[in-house]
């Protein structure tokens, strides 16, 4: 039986303190254009935003005194909601792909194992090398970091070691980071010539 799909909630912006809700006495209010209206009691504060048929808010409720602004509820819900996704969007780190290799591996095995590493990197993926010890081969360990270095060196043109080898139990492990492209403007399109 295939597990069950998890119910993954919506974002939830937790309700700001509005209206008839703000039991401070004075607010600083700030205007739906933007400006300062100055310090005004609570309750002419709330009938000005009803005369715009807009919300009071408060903004910063620990302030001395607190900070309210008049604007639409909705409105605002929506462009938090939408900058919470973003950041949320732009947060994901595209996933890490893995090459093995063995010390003992043959040199067309090698150069394919560098290929598929370039197709990963050409999408801008990261690369985690790991060279697997196996049996007595950990006596081997020039050898070993001899090849991690021969496949980085088959790769630099695209990219660059982000973390040198690294020995974790039986296994060498190394990061291999793409390079951004720098584009070169010599070409003679761009030139313009002076008669």
Known sequence: MPPRKRYKPAVRIPRPIMNERIFAKEVLVIGSD?????????????????L??????????????PVAKILDYGKWQY????ALTKNKARGKAKPMKGIRLGVRIAEGDLEVRAKRGREFLEKSHKLRVVLQFKGREMVHFDLALEKMKEFARRLEDISS??????KLGRQLIMILKPEKKIKTSNSPENETQVE
């Open 161 to 166: 070691i982000e973390a040198l080898p690294k």
């Open 79 to 82: 462009e938090q909601k939408k």
């Open 52 to 65: 715009e048929e807009l919300d009071l808010i408060l903004i910063v409720p620990k302030a001395n005194p």
């Open 34 to 50: 933007g400006e300062k209206s100055g310090i005004i009691p609570t309750s002419e504060a709330i009938a000005k935003a009803k």
